[in-house]
């Protein structure tokens, strides 16, 4: 059976600081793989989503970047946090989002301070 | 563009049914509905693929209207256990985009 694995849970982070989550998936290959952030009682904003290995699809331009630089691995970051990029990240992946659902990973709590 | 949820939130008291309404702007290719808790991550419940289509599973079900670009999701006799927050998510056609556009969300809580 497929699982996803995101880390760390919980982060508090001061201003500036680089951030890097990581986010793994286990029993599946090639999937597509993508992270959310979720404000305090707000919706799932998709922030990026990669189909393969090298290939990412940006959908907020702000100072967060993702990397995949292994097929089941898919990378969040950032060089210096700001505070509104405190909030819910979420990693998630699917076979094909046309046909099948997301599984979502437990998420990271983000405080930056 | 992102599907509309309604309502934006509702109470209920647990064994009273509710609907929730997703309604698109744009064709519908596929429709996902899920559930997230309070500081968990969502949990997917079902894909809705054609048209007409139907789906359920204990006491929550959903249909997809593709002509009038919607879907509802029905939750009968409501339990405790079904408060949280509702997303749906419209899915992308086969040479889209290969992402989901989530609505906003339907606040559910269901009281004793």
């Known amino acids: 059976s497929q699982t996803i694995h995101q880390w760390p849970a919980t982060l508090v982070q001061p201003v500036g600081s680089p951030l890097s989550l990581e986010c793994t998936v286990e029993g599946t290959s090639n999937p597509n793989l993508y992270w959310y952030r979720q404000a305090a009682g707000r919706g799932l904003q998709l922030l990026f989503y990669?189909?393969?290995?090298?290939?990412i699809s940006s959908e907020v331009p702000q100072n967060l970047s993702a990397s995949r630089p292994q097929d089941r691995q898919f990378i969040l970051s950032s060089k210096k946090l700001l505070l509104s990029d405190s909030g819910f990240y979420l990693c998630a992946w699917s076979r094909d989002p046309g046909l099948y659902g997301y599984t979502f990973g437990s998420g990271t709590r983000l405080t930056v301070v | 563009q992102q599907p509309v949820q309604s309502p934006q939130a509702v109470i209920l008291r647990e064994g009273e049914d509710a609907v929730i309404n997703c309604s698109s702007s744009?064709?519908?290719?596929?429709v996902h509905w899920y559930r997230q808790k309070h500081g968990e991550a969502p949990v997917f419940l079902m894909i809705l693929l054609k048209g007409g289509e139907q789906k359920g599973h204990d006491k929550i079900s959903a249909s997809f209207n593709e002509k009038k670009q919607q879907s509802s999701l029905y939750l009968t006799a409501s339990q405790l256990s079904y408060s949280g927050t509702y997303f749906c998510g419209t899915g992308p056609t086969r040479q889209g985009a290969q992402k989901l556009v989530f609505g906003q969300g339907t606040r559910l809580t269901i009281n004793p």
């Open positions: 990669s189909v393969g290995i090298g290939q």
């Open positions: 744009k064709a519908l290719y596929s």
